[in-house]
């Protein structure tokens, strides 16, 4: 093992499939021969998620909250074909969902810039991040399909059997109506969550919601974000020269599309999902779209936004060599050295976590690719190599 001293551990949680295969060679090749790793190990993999119960989710989820820095390997949601192919006890839920669950936090998405993938959108020169509340709305709702005339209404009972009512649509045929909900108390994590992490990287603030149209539900959003910053975050936000500013979702979209890059976009539930796979693809790549779960109490876990790259694995099982991306599993690891570096005052640990992304990103400059960037780039002098070259590629980089 390698020289510079870890003070503590980070949670390093195993995964399932490619993306398995990729963490084994990202610790041994970049990793271990230059730092004295120290991990508390959780082995995600779906056969001991199976085998524990799913337990070791839970278990990881807690060394989190101990630790406050983790890095988690892709790993298999199941669903049917999965309880066949790996004979499981029960369909267990997605590990995400579970730590995301006992850490409340919020994700934070931001693709890795390269020179020689143009995104789709010319004026970004920086990254975009977004921060998409992982909790209620649509994604907890209550529907119902009309099948005939009647009256939909809002029913809310109090504890003490106060009620308000209102009706929601009178309908004279078949028709559908839908009810969601969140709370104060997870939309002041969320936005404390944003406020965190934009004067952690010391990048500006947007919010956007339509409380214009929805003068109850997304001014709440609106307000809480407000109170938040202006009794919490303006000082220091004037301290680090970044700005909060919130704006419709219509005219965000506008603005981000003509915009250059290089702030955070904090988006609810569901305007967060459809915009970080909008961002991900016009950026270029999922296989480069890094993800970090911020908590409201500050703990860390690092992770790619892609999934375990299954098409690959079976590939690889049959002996064939990969074109797999190791680029955002191994930002989830420099991510996790950093921010252990940043908690402990270790500023050799932080370097060498910049060198090593500095080091991927010239790799990739220079022209050394897996398969799914060299598709993507329009310049030549390029070569598509399997991720064992791809990674052998930035060690030399690293070391030279
Ligand atoms: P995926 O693993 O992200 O892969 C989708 C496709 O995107 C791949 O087949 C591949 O395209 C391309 N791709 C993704 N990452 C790449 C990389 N690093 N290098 C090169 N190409 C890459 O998503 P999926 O196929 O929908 O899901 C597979 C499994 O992952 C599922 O079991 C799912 O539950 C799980 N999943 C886990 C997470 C997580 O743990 N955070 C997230 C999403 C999905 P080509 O095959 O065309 O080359
Ligand atoms: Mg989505």
Redesign the pocket.
């Known amino acids: 093992m390698g020289g510079i001293i870890m003070q503590n551990p980070i949670v390093d949680m195993d995964?399932?499939?490619?993306?398995r295969v990729?963490r084994q060679v990202i610790i041994s090749e970049l990793i271990t021969p230059y730092v004295e790793l120290k991990t508390d190990y959780y082995d995600l993999g779906l056969p001991n998620r199976d085998k524990t119960g799913d337990k070791v989710t839970k278990d990881a989820a807690e060394a989190i909250k101990k630790h406050r820095v983790g890095v988690?390997?892709?790993?298999?949601?199941?669903?049917a074909g999965?309880v066949e192919e790996y004979k499981l006890k029960q369909m267990w839920k997605?590990?995400?969902a579970t730590i995301r669950g006992i850490l409340d936090g919020t994700v934070f998405r931001t693709p890795i810039i390269t020179s020689r993938i143009s995104p789709a959108v010319r004026s970004w020169k920086k990254p975009i991040t977004i921060a998409r509340h992982a909790y209620g709305d649509v994604y907890k709702n209550v529907e119902h399909r009309v099948t005939g005339p009647g009256r939909a209404e809002l029913l809310y009972t109090y504890e003490n059997k106060k009620e308000f009512r209102r009706t929601i649509f009178d309908f004279d045929g078949p028709g559908v109506i839908q009810g969601q909900y969140n709370t104060d108390g997870s939309i002041r994590s969320f936005a404390r969550a944003c406020f965190e992490y934009a004067a952690s990287v010391k990048q500006d603030l947007w919010f956007s919601a339509k409380d214009t149209i929805s003068e109850e539900y997304d001014q709440t959003f609106k307000s809480i974000f407000e109170e938040t910053f202006e009794t919490g975050y303006r000082p220091l936000f004037e301290k680090l020269g970044i700005k909060y500013f919130y704006t419709l979702i219509d005219d965000a979209v506008a603005r981000v599309i003509r915009s250059e890059g290089g702030f955070i976009w904090a988006c609810k539930n569901y305007d967060g999902d459809v915009m970080s796979d909008m961002l991900a693809s016009a950026f270029g790549?999922?296989?480069m779209m890094t993800?970090v779960l911020v908590s409201p109490d500050g703990n860390f876990e690092y992770?790619?936004?892609?999934?375990?790259?299954?098409?690959?694995y079976y590939r690889y099982l049959k002996g064939e060599t990969t074109?797999?991306?190791?680029?955002?599993?191994l930002f989830a690891w420099s991510g996790a050295l950093k921010k252990r570096g940043e908690i402990d005052g270790g500023g050799a640990l932080v370097s060498f976590a910049e060198r090593l992304e500095n080091a991927c990103i010239k790799t990739i400059d220079d022209g050394v690719m897996?398969?799914?960037l060299a598709a993507l780039c329009e310049s030549g002098g390029v070569s598509a190599v399997d991720?064992i070259s791809f990674i052998s590629a930035v060690r030399k980089r690293l070391e030279g």
Do not use: F, Q, W
């Not at 995964?15 to 993306?19: K, L, Q, V, Y």
């Not at 992770?303 to 690959?312: D, K, L, N």
């Open positions: 995964g399932d499939e490619m993306t990729l988690k390997c892709a790993t298999i949601t199941p669903n999965r997605s590990p995400n790549s999922l296989a993800s992770e790619a936004a892609h999934g375990t790259v299954t098409r690959h074109s797999s991306n190791p680029a955002a599993t897996t398969g799914d991720y």
